[in-house]
């Protein structure tokens, strides 16, 4: 009988979502569509990453990253939401937390307030339709 | 209505539905529609208000819908639930970003309504002061129909 030991795992690739130390990155996602937040959950837990909160607005994504702090390592925001926009609470996280990792994901069109953003301290941004490729790309680009 | 109107709708549908549903995207023959005209049961509208004015219409069936939306999602969806109309609306949503990035380059400026999702059976839409111009976008999950009636403010 062949057991796991037969075939070594060789060029075995780790996951992008997990840290030097094993443990995952922890990622909010703050977006008023159910189906962004679903794809990008998706996309980062395939990966290894812990989902450690969502959120449907930019007020809600404020109080959910001072719940989480300081174990949370990246934020995904949405631009366009109800109650506080994204920029807004971006702003307000940077106020909180300097260091914050933000990426704001943007529909095509928003670059006037993708360009604030990132004068804001976002780290990167992502243009819908999102893809893996693209988030994992942005995502590692701004966690190292 | 001018054409120049529903052209970047067309070409934006084109490009988001072959992107995201990674299938092979036809575009119908364009047509007129001046009075009353049913809706096929799963519809997303959009307002605009600006330099020009009036409502785009992404217009589909039940069915085309829970299709549409489980390749999205890349799981079955069998039920027109809050999922399956998140998703539709994030498709009107994309659609529309980048017909409108077009139309603001080409220099009407306006704003958008975010979009709403209306379902049913048996709905008709009509536009008593703008003819609407509709682009039927056939894919390999069903029909979809680009419905624009725009006009510039006067």
Known sequence: ?144 | MRVEYINPFVEAAFNILTEVLKTEVKRGELYLKSSSMPVLGVTAIVGLAGDVEGRVLFDMAETTALTVASAMNGEKIEKNDELCKATITELANMITAQAVTKLHEIGFQFDLTPPAIFTGKNMEITDVAIEALIVPIETTFGKIEINVAIREKK
């Open chain 1, 1 to 144: 009988m062949k057991t796991k030991m037969d075939f070594p795992n060789i060029n075995k690739r780790k996951p992008e979502g997990l840290k030097e130390n094993g443990k995952p990155f922890r990622v909010l996602i703050v977006d008023d569509s159910m189906f962004v937040t679903k794809q990008i959950g998706q996309i980062l837990t395939s990966e290894g990453f812990d989902v450690a909160g969502t959120a449907s607005n930019g007020e809600a994504g404020l109080e959910k990253y001072k719940e989480l702090y300081p174990k949370v390592d990246l934020v995904t925001m949405d631009i366009t939401m109800p109650v506080m926009d994204g920029v807004t609470s971006l702003e307000k996280i940077m106020e909180f937390d300097k260091n914050a990792n933000i990426i704001m994901i943007s529909a095509l069109g928003k670059q006037d307030l993708v360009k604030k953003s990132l004068l804001l301290g976002a780290k990167n941004y992502i243009v819908k339709p999102l893809d893996r490729k693209k988030v994992l790309e942005r995502v590692m680009m701004t966690l190292k």
